[in-house]
């Protein structure tokens, strides 16, 4: 499939997702090698989980299908550009290129707005709306310690 139909298929089930009433206007293709291997589509509020972002659903599905943590030689088609959460899964996946449709401005239009989160991100820790407080970091860095030493453990 070309990148123009992996995309309007993103947007298809982006539409089709109103009509389901599952959640928001947003749809996600993952494909590798130009074949469909994972769709999602966001289901925030039929699952009540704030993390069900259609990115996140098709990267659980193709992870799953292919049986790797790793979606290298992998491509997404997002009906829209990636929030921070999805963009950062998106990373740590491995994906390789990203295609979205709506940019985050049109998301803000419908007050889908990511640009608080994109902000907060690049606030030092004490700026940040949410307290952050570090604590017990001696007895959690020798869990790292012991992580550092193990010798079969798988990267990631």
Known sequence: ??????????????ES????????????VISQNGEIVA?????VTS???????AEIQAIRLACERLNTFKLEGCEIYTSCE??????????WARIEKIYYANSRK???????????LYNEIGKKL????IPMIRILEN????????????????HY
């Open 82 to 91: 990636p929030c921070p959460m999805c963009l950062s899964a998106i990373h």
């Open 17 to 28: 997702n109103i009509t389901g009433n599952s959640g928001g206007p947003f749809g996600a």
């Open 39 to 43: 769709e999602g589509v966001n289901m």
């Open 106 to 116: 049109d998301a803000a239009a419908l007050n889908f707005d990511d640009e608080f």
């Open 126 to 129: 004490h700026e940040r709306k």
């Open 47 to 53: 699952l009540n989980d704030p993390t069900a972002h």
């Open 139 to 154: 007895e959690a860095l020798k869990v790292f310690k012991t992580w550092e030493d193990k010798e079969d453990k798988l």
């Open 1 to 14: 499939m070309t990148p123009e139909e992996l995309m309007f298929r993103a947007i298809k089930l982006s």
